[in-house]
């Protein structure tokens, strides 16, 4: 299983992405996100999947890149080339792969910012090279192990979250999946993209990196726990106390 997570806020995008492989009950460690820029092109693309569809998608697009890069003047440009190498991949592979017992079930993240893009995007690809386009209204997209993340990236991201927020919420969501499911860890693969810098800066984080804010977190929810009001238990108990005294 796979952990990317892909933000976009005003100031522009983070992208989050652990490294660990899973095949049946082997575990390696491999990148998951890659990032391609030339002058006033700068994107990355985070895959899940088979890892024999992403590598042989990821190399068509890089291919495609060196030859025809200024031809994509806006992002949704690129991320329809690369979803038109995902659809050969699945002319090329998707038959033997399915008929071995296996689903081609490539889904990838592509964000960046291209010369003619009025600002930064993310983009949210599908298996069959379609796409939707993120937007302020949910400024997130999870592949892979999505649902431990999800409350607390609704509950406190909004397009307005400056970045540093942006990345301290989306390393705490991939905390909640982390100590949820035993496919997704450490190293974790971080991206930051400031709006119309056209530089992805990108950096990779160790377990004992992240140790004590995951432990401070930890403290802090369960501090907060605590702290809760209880007032409104008191007709349960009450109930509970009646029961037993019968």
């Excluded at 985070?46 to 890089?62: E, Q």
Aim: glycine share 6%.
């Amino acid at each position: 299983m796979t952990y990317c997570l892909g933000i976009k806020v005003a100031s522009g995008l983070v992208a989050i992405a652990d490294r660990r492989l899973t095949s049946g009950s082997e575990v390696s460690s491999n990148r998951k996100i890659s990032v391609h820029e030339v002058e006033n092109h700068s994107l990355f693309i985070m895959t899940s999947g088979l890892r024999s569809v992403r590598d042989k998608a990821i190399t068509y697009f890089k291919e495609v890149i060196s030859e025809q890069d200024r031809s994509f003047n806006k992002l949704y440009k690129a991320v329809n080339a690369f979803g038109e190498q995902v659809k050969r991949v699945a002319q090329e592979d998707k038959a033997s792969i399915v008929a071995s017992g296996l689903n081609f079930n490539l889904n990838a993240i592509v964000g960046g910012q291209l010369e003619d893009d009025e600002e930064h995007k993310l983009f949210m690809l599908y298996p069959e090279g379609n796409w939707v386009e993120v937007d302020q209204g949910s400024p997130f997209k999870i592949i892979g192990n999505s649902g431990y993340g999800k409350p607390l990236l609704f509950r406190n991201l909004s397009y307005e979250t400056n970045l540093q927020e942006a990345l301290k919420i989306g390393f705490l969501a991939f905390d909640a999946t982390r100590v949820s499911a035993n496919d997704v860890d450490y190293p974790l693969d971080v991206v930051i993209y400031p709006k119309d810098s056209f530089h992805m800066t990108e950096y990779r984080l160790e377990k004992e990196d992240m140790d004590e804010v995951s432990h401070q977190w930890s403290a802090l929810l369960s501090n907060s726990v605590r702290k809760l009001p209880s007032d409104w238990m008191n007709p349960i108990f009450d109930k509970v106390r009646s029961v037993k005294n019968v």
